[in-house]
């Protein structure tokens, strides 16, 4: 089953090539990366696939939906960490719920409380939003994208910020929810973890699509050098893949 | 809690209200002024009642609503607490309308005409505010819109001012100006209850939006919110709000900034919740505040916009004085 299909996605922004004839098609049950260097266009493609970005040309799937349909067939966690009030952490995960209807109901109570478990949040529910860590603020963020309890979630960088062990939990949580039938694409700047935790990777280049497909065949020597300007060693070993950088080109 | 809260605030706007109906310069009893309220029997007292103070109090109490309601809607659209109507350039540019109603002779002339010319300048100030922050323009853009309608109806004020053949005119725009709710009859109430209503539900329906705008706007939209619908809404809104407050009562600053600064922490800091919380506690504080005026100084005419200011400003102040010690 297809969950996002982006057809010939580019944008234009004041006379520059934002992004230029992206297509791609989300299956059920996918985690995937999307990685490319400052400036590739991973955020424009987002926000044009969900519909927040009118594009020059091209189309998605996502975008066409009206917006409370489309809510509740994907959820959004934007770079840009923004909690305006000191609400306190449920309810700012409740915000999730918002695209479910008007009258709280049970299914919202539950979905909260999973996405509060899901993100190590036990025991922070009355703790005010504003006065947490970085890092905590960040996981009450993602707990918000997932108490929304869509198909497919969009994250752009979600776990810049987070400590090693917190960046390894959530990618395994994203590559549970994709266990489950539901898809996750994610911009990610670490290549070693999209290596580890995602099934498919795709490669921005200067608004460009260059590669598709599974971390193995992705982070070859020539997209590498293309894509990021660096040499890297790539390898699947007895601990699954390992990626290293090992120098500027 | 927070049935406690509203309950606790719709009990004070009810004193307020009854204190506000019992307060004057005409020396009546508690039971003769409220018979007279009810029944309509006793002369004179039944004129001062229904035909001054009954009207004085019900127009606080919907000023006041509208005020803090509009202040609790604006900042949460805004996402700043410093946000208020006045920012907008909603109560500037209606002041300027009734400005001129006063200055052409019009209001002299015509009962209706200064309510109407506020009104007008409110509208005209939406239009202005929508033509320059564009129809899907951001918040900052809404902002400095705001700051320019603000700024070019304040200036044409002053011209005005500046222009005024005939002395009594130009101190009577400046007293206007002040704010009050004195002498005002059961039609100013009629005049602004429809505007005043519809544009109250219209800030009310838009709770969920301002939840969903805790997270910024992307965030929001991608939660199902339009954005624009939102905007709009928000914008008429506020217009018909306090342009009709301020075509009854002129510039009464300050309670749509403090109310909803004051009354957030009670709420929990929730946008929704905010609103109607705001309405109860402008009603209270311009129920509160017209009451001090008229025993502070009855012979005087204290204006009602002038104490709210006195109090409101130094109260700010030391807001954001304490924020700005609170934060990291």
Same mark, same amino acid.
């Given at each position: ?34 990685? &490319?260097? /400052? #400036?590739?266009?991973?955020? *424009?493609?987002? +926000?044009? %696939?969900? @519909?927040?970005? =009118? ?64 993100? &190590?949040? /036990? #025991?922070?529910?009355?703790? *005010?939003?504003? +006065?947490? %860590?970085? @890092?905590?603020? =960040? ?67 200067? #608004? ?42 | ?328």
């Amino acid at each position: 089953m297809t969950l996002l299909q982006v057809s010939d996605l580019t944008v234009i922004r004041r006379a520059r090539v934002a992004l230029e004839g992206v297509s791609f098609a989300l299956g059920a049950g996918e985690c995937v990366g999307l990685v &490319g260097a /400052n #400036g590739a266009g991973k955020t *424009t493609l987002m +926000r044009a %696939s969900l @519909g927040l970005l =009118a594009p020059s040309r091209g189309s998605s799937s996502i975008a066409a939906l009206p917006p409370a349909a489309r809510a509740r067939k994907v959820a959004w966690l934007p770079q840009t960490r923004e909690v305006a009030w000191p609400v306190s952490v449920r309810e700012l995960v409740a915000l999730g719920r918002i695209p479910h209807g008007r009258r709280a109901s049970a299914s919202d109570a539950a979905a909260i409380d999973a996405a509060i478990a899901a993100m &190590g949040l /036990n #025991g922070f529910e009355e703790r *005010t939003a504003t +006065r947490l %860590s970085g @890092g905590e603020q =960040a996981r009450v963020l993602i707990a918000r994208a997932l108490a929304q309890d869509t198909p497919l979630l969009l994250a752009d960088e979600p776990i810049a910020g987070l400590d090693p062990a917190q960046q390894m939990t959530t990618m395994s949580l994203f590559r549970e929810f994709a266990g489950k039938g539901r898809t996750v694409l994610c911009a990610l700047h670490d290549l070693g973890l999209a290596a580890r935790y995602c099934s498919r990777v795709l490669v921005l280049h200067k #608004g460009r699509l260059i590669a598709d497909g599974r971390p193995e065949t992705v982070f070859d020597a020539g997209i590498l050098a293309t894509a990021f300007g660096i040499r890297a060693h790539f390898e699947i070993g007895d601990n699954g893949p390992l990626f290293q950088p090992l120098e500027v080109l | 809690m927070r049935w406690r809260l509203f309950t606790l605030l719709t009990l004070l706007v009810a004193l307020l209200f009854a204190a506000s109906l019992l307060t004057g310069p005409a020396d009546i009893g508690v039971t003769e002024s409220l018979r007279a309220l009810i029944d309509g029997k006793g002369g004179a007292t039944v004129l001062v009642m229904r035909e001054i103070r009954l009207p004085r109090a019900l127009l606080g109490v919907m000023v006041g609503a509208g005020l803090g309601l509009s202040g609790a809607a604006l900042q949460g659209y805004l996402r700043n607490p410093l946000a208020e109507p006045g920012l907008i350039g909603v109560s500037a540019s209606s002041a300027l309308g009734a400005v001129l109603a006063i200055q052409s002779g019009l209001a002299a002339t015509l009962a209706l005409a200064l309510p109407l010319a506020a009104l007008a300048g409110a509208v005209l100030a939406v239009l202005l505010l929508l033509l320059l922050s564009g129809p899907r323009g951001g918040t900052l853009a809404l902002i400095l819109a705001g700051i320019a309608v603000s700024a070019l109806a304040t200036a044409l004020t002053a011209l005005v001012l500046n222009l005024s053949p005939n002395p009594f005119a130009a101190s009577e725009i400046v007293f206007w100006m002040l704010g009050s709710l004195a002498d005002r009859s059961m039609r100013d109430v009629w005049l602004a209850l429809p505007l005043m209503l519809a544009g109250g539900a219209a800030l009310f329906s838009l709770g969920r939006g301002l939840d969903a705008l805790t997270l910024g706007e992307d965030a929001a939209q991608s939660l199902g919110i339009r954005l624009p619908r939102l905007r709009l809404v928000m914008v008429a809104g506020v217009a018909a709000v306090v342009g009709a407050a301020t075509a009854v009562a002129g510039v009464i600053g300050f309670v749509g900034l403090v109310v909803p600064h004051l009354l957030r922490p009670l709420v929990g800091a929730r946008p929704s919740a905010l609103l109607p919380a705001s309405a109860l506690g402008g009603a209270a504080v311009i129920l509160a505040a017209d009451i001090a005026v008229r025993l502070i100084a009855p012979e005087r005419d204290l204006k009602l916009g002038v104490l709210t200011a006195i109090v409101g400003a130094p109260f700010f102040l030391h807001l954001i004085y304490k924020t700005g010690k609170e934060a990291p």
